[in-house]
């Protein structure tokens, strides 16, 4: 038979160890609160991300507005998006500030922005000395 007297002497090791592993315990629980703090935030950032790559480019032919997923398009990808395009018509990109206007051909390219909608109109073939 174990005495109080033999056991009061492995209480306070016991005791200590305990402690130990409630310190070691709490200090692994505060890592894992970080990690799942920093993986949080991480996957914000990666919905943010998503959400603004799935957010189309949009751009206007006058008043009338088109989106695309395409950050770049050539003048004659941008017309084959107008119902009716007139054959022979240009298309000109409205300059931005003091930018003048130009016309886009067929087989240039132009970049989209999402935050900045370019705006085209469409111009009719030019009949100078036309009478």
């Keep these: 038979m174990v005495t109080n007297a ?3 002497e492995d209480v306070p090791d016991d005791l200590e160890k305990a402690r130990k592993d409630l310190q070691r315990a709490e200090s692994e629980l505060a890592e894992a609160r970080e990690l799942e703090h920093r993986a949080e935030e991480g996957i914000r ?6 959400e603004e790559a799935a957010r189309p480019y949009i751009f206007f032919i006058g008043k ?3 989106e695309t997923h395409h950050h770049r398009l050539t ?12 054959a022979g018509y240009g298309l000109e990109l409205e300059g931005h500030g003091d930018e003048p206007d130009r016309i886009i051909a067929d ?4 970049q989209l922005h999402k935050h900045h909608p ?3 109109i469409s111009v009719p073939p030019a009949t100078f000395g036309a009478r």
């Design 6 to 8: 033999e056991c009061s």
């Design 45 to 50: 950032k990666a919905e943010k991300e998503i």
């Design 64 to 66: 009338e507005e088109f």
């Design 75 to 86: 003048g004659a990808q941008i017309k084959a998006m107008v119902p009716n395009w007139q």
């Design 107 to 110: 087989h240039e390219v132009v």
């Design 118 to 120: 370019l705006h085209f």
